[in-house]
């Protein structure tokens, strides 16, 4: 593979970790949002849970701030992930472009 197509397929790769970034850092606002709705929904009001196709009422609430704060650290986990290869991919990006304007000279 020439330096071009190493760029060009570096750049993708880029583009897609950015993306994915962009829908992790969603998630993971959609989710700590559910947490702040949870903790400020009164007692006497039923909370309703989706769970495939049906909507199942939660009883414990602890445990479905639980889960939701253990999928948040999850979220964040792959995005940490996925922001330090973005990284690598840059710094890789920027070695191919030195070493294809040093080949053009």
Known sequence: MDTMEAIQRVVTEVQAARQQVANLK?????????????QEQPDDMAILRQIGGVMIQVHDREKLVEDLEHTIQLLSSSLERIVEREKQ????????????QEEKQ
């Open 26 to 38: 969603s998630q993971v606002q959609e989710f700590e949002n559910t947490v702040i709705a949870v």
């Open 89 to 100: 991919l840059i710094e890789n990006y920027e070695e191919l472009k030195k070493s294809l």
